[in-house]
């Protein structure tokens, strides 16, 4: 199955240190040129990335061309990026959490799944043992938002609630 990452989750999974579950879940992972370089620049200016290096079995792929459907204001270069190969190479799924480049690849008929949906799978498949610690820090350490419902409902599909 071939993915392609946005960002965020691979950023938030670096973190956690469980990027490894990207190749084991998806097994090959690519992310458009912008993606890696937006991972670069967060990790020299925001102390919470400080150290954290982009996975080497990622796969470096720039799209031909921006999907005319990614045209939004809301979505930045990488997401565009991101959505345009996954559409180009008709990837199995785009990894991506904004509601914005969610809506997007909705449009261009691409499934997405974000870091909350990779960590129940991880835990399903006994990748993890707990997904508790893994949300605190998460939340904690990430400053990744998502509402207490949304916490239980993820917990209950990992089989922990």
Do not use: Y
């Amino acid at each position: 199955m071939i993915v392609v990452t946005d960002t965020s989750v691979v950023l938030n999974l670096c973190l956690l240190g469980l990027e490894d579950v990207l190749a084991t879940l998806f097994g090959e992972v690519q992310a458009p040129p912008a993606v890696k370089e937006e991972f670069v620049r967060l990790v020299n200016v925001d102390p919470r990335f400080a150290s954290l290096i982009f996975p080497s079995f990622i796969i470096l792929r720039a799209p031909r061309a921006i999907h005319p459907l990614v045209s939004n204001p809301r979505l930045d270069r990488g997401e565009c990026e991101a959505l345009s190969l996954a559409a180009e190479i008709q990837a199995a799924r785009v990894l991506m959490d904004e509601r914005a480049g969610r809506a997007a690849a909705t449009k261009l008929g691409l499934q997405c799944i974000g870091v909350l949906g990779i960590l129940i799978e991880a835990r399903r498949r006994n990748l993890i043992s707990s997904l508790t610690p893994q949300l605190d820090r998460l939340q904690t350490e990430a400053r990744f938002w998502f509402s207490p419902s949304l916490r239980i409902q993820v917990l209950q599909l990992a089989g922990e609630n």
